[in-house]
């Protein structure tokens, strides 16, 4: 099967809004930040995750063990790339205290400069989330169950995948990181509990939401069309919540908790916004193809840790001038979007070079 290059450039344009919605700035977040109502990039990426390892590593499924070691490399590949990210950008900030006070505030950061050894311990358990490093923790969680996952599929086992990731769902409504909060302390007595807001066990709703839409669209046959009737009020749906977050927003305020539990309004708009985007993909292809978002996210998980390294540094002074002119956030933006080019590009050098390197061996054990 070749591959899709249009869930590469979805991809890469998801990876595109985080970034330029993580400069806060005034002007371009107006349109980037939850524009089909009241989910986000970061949902959005979490359900194509699902959608695309399904894709990619359902084809091993006869192949249990071989399954297994390569999707668990994977998840080791993610954590890697994840406390990278954070070990890096707190070791850099050593020879920048000016950023101490920002970071301590706005990016949730007072451990690492209370004691950074006991943070550096807890961000190894993944119980460590100072800001923007929590997005692959979503990715990473539900991706260890995804051998599980394709073995039932691939029996039929539909309704056990739905109802199992639902029931966890459900409990991580009841059993939050409070509970947490008593035996981290007697172990990490220098630091508080410091968990994202974002919920990973609620928030595998998403992952396993693409992988049940892969499976009944490349196992199944299903193409999701419906009659125009069905498809006029699916996507009115998608008009709905945008009207509703933009001119009554008050009305959804006790829901807002929902955008870190993943609560069934914001997996309904989801699921809308998801067959929305599915006709643009069918309808214009071109613009999810283009090049520049399809090498971005080819290369996705080096260019979102570097993402958020930079953002850290670039932020502080970055958000006055953003704020302050559209014109400053539009430059600003474009600027940080054309450098997420670097990670990309080493990143395809270090492939070639693994590629040169494993092609040599396989000659030299020939010969």
Known sequence: MS????????????????????????FVTQFTRTPLGFVSAAEGFVFLSGFVAYLVYSRLADNRTELRRKVWRRCLVIYGFHLSAI???FSLVLSLPLYVTHWSGFFNAANWFSNPIQSALSAILLLEHPGFHDI?????????????TIVALKQGKLMYVVTASFFVWLLAQFVTAEFLAAPFSLVFNDIKLNVSHFDPFAWQIYFFMGVVLSYLKFDKGHTFTFTPAVRVLLLSGVGFFLLLKHSYPQLMRPYYGGHGSASLLYQLNLLLS??????LMRRFRWFFTLRYPVFIGQHALPVFAFHCIVIYFLLPWSHEYTTAHWYWDLLICASFVALLALPAKLDQSWRKFRRR???RVNIMSQS
Not at 8 to 17: E, K, P, S, V
Not at 274 to 279: A, E
Request: hydrophobic share 55%.
């Open 87 to 89: 070990l890096i950008c």
């Open 136 to 148: 692959l923790i979503l990715y990473l969680v539900p991706m260890v169950f995804l051998p599980l």
């Open 3 to 26: 591959r899709d290059l249009s869930y590469d450039g979805l991809r890469g344009w998801l990876l595109i809004i985080i970034a330029c919605n993580h400069l806060f700035g005034s």
């Open 274 to 279: 998801v067959y929305l985007i599915m006709h």
């Open 357 to 359: 390197d494993h092609h």
